[in-house]
């Protein structure tokens, strides 16, 4: 079973430089999806968002929207 580290709201919002409210009113539901960045444990109120989840997703939209120049050779260049 993989290793998984659980953060409280005020806990992740230290590692990612946000204010918790912004953690709990703008990402949750939007961007973090329940099962998958965050659960809550015994179907209780509390959230615990999961750090491996989290870091392995937000860098997602900065590699994809790279810009890159084709080559004539088939190759690209990262712009």
């Known amino acids: 079973?993989?290793?998984r580290t659980y953060l409280t709201t005020?806990?992740?919002a230290a590692r990612?430089?946000?204010?918790?409210?912004?953690?709990?009113?703008t990402l949750k539901d939007a961007v973090f999806i329940e099962g998958v960045h965050y659960i809550?444990?015994?179907g209780r109120r509390r959230v615990l968002y999961i750090w491996e989840a989290?870091?392995?997703?937000m860098v997602k939209p900065s590699v994809e929207q790279r810009p890159v120049i084709p080559l004539a050779g088939g190759g690209v260049?990262?712009?």
């Open 16 to 25: 990612l430089k946000y204010e918790p409210g912004y953690i709990r009113g």
């Open 77 to 79: 260049i990262n712009g």
């Open 10 to 12: 005020e806990e992740l």
């Open 54 to 57: 989290i870091e392995r997703d």
């Open 40 to 42: 809550r444990p015994f």
């Open 1 to 3: 079973m993989e290793e």
